[in-house]
């Protein structure tokens, strides 16, 4: 048995350096199509390492037995936005390829919808894919926000920030580290970051439609973030401590009713 384990978790290991490779096949075929300059190369390049690397220190960890279809479908994601953020990285030195980079944004995000349906449908939801997915989002919205600052200005920026600034404060604020409910309208937001972005930076509106769009954009997420911090306050506010001294019976019976009707509160 523990040699299968053994194993299994190289064929995993294995999985995630082919896909190291053929992220840099996809670098080869974007420098030989647009002629990419060396601030692409070198940040393609940065990013494949640091997926392969964080990827396989996630996978080490958490020791799944197979790396699942589903992450096969966020790692495919990865190495498209591996690609969209060379091209951001060369833009600097040279004029976009606009129609390349908006056509590799475009699959990525429509291929955010499929890994969570095969996740589902296969039984392979984990907690990894969860957060390797969501990492992958988070990162290609901060490069579009990235590219998208070039030609609106770097307040664009606060779009791409906002999650990873979030996550710095959580170190400060253990409580922002709660689990959150679900929401639609969480998901929806979230959703519009990349659609907001990309068409801003497909040049396809007037300046003050792309202008319009990306605020539409900020608004919403301010409004989601803050959103989730108040509860997350509250939440944490309501949460019921156990006193370091042991109590009668009686006011352990009063401070259970009350900590369930705080809960109660919390919930509504």
Not at 185 to 205: E, F, N, P, S, Y
Not at 216 to 230: E, P
């Amino acid at each position: 048995m523990a040699l299968n384990n053994t194993y299994e978790a190289r064929l995993v290991q294995q999985e995630t350096a082919v896909g190291a490779g053929v992220q840099i096949l996809v670098l080869a075929l974007l420098g030989t199509a647009i002629g990419m300059g060396p601030a692409g190369w070198l940040t393609g390049l940065a990013f494949a390492i640091a997926t392969w690397a964080v990827l396989s220190r996630a996978l080490h960890r958490a020791r799944p037995r197979s790396f699942g279809p589903a992450n096969r479908v966020t790692l495919g994601r990865a190495i498209l936005v591996g690609g969209v953020t060379a091209l951001v990285a060369d833009s600097f030195e040279s004029s976009p390829p606009v129609t390349l980079l908006v056509g590799l944004t475009a699959v990525a995000l429509i291929l955010d919808g499929v890994d969570g349906k095969v996740a589902r449908r296969t039984g392979t939801s984990t907690a990894l894919g969860a957060r390797f997915d969501m990492e992958v989002d988070a990162f290609l919205i901060l490069v579009l926000s990235v590219y998208v600052a070039t030609l609106l200005g770097p307040w664009v920026l606060l779009i791409g920030a906002m999650r990873y600034a979030f996550v710095a404060a959580a170190r400060i604020a253990p409580w922002l580290n709660a689990p959150l409910p679900p929401s639609m309208a969480r998901k929806t937001v979230a959703a519009m970051q990349g659609i907001c972005l990309l068409l801003a930076g497909a040049d396809l509106l007037p300046y003050l439609g792309d202008l319009g769009v990306v605020l539409l954009a900020l608004g919403s997420l301010v409004w989601s973030f803050g959103r989730d911090v108040v509860w997350l306050w509250r939440n944490a506010r309501h949460t019921v401590r156990i006193p370091a001294e042991p109590e009668p019976a009686g006011a352990a019976m009063e401070a259970s009713v009350e900590g369930i009707e705080m809960l109660e509160l919390a919930v509504r």
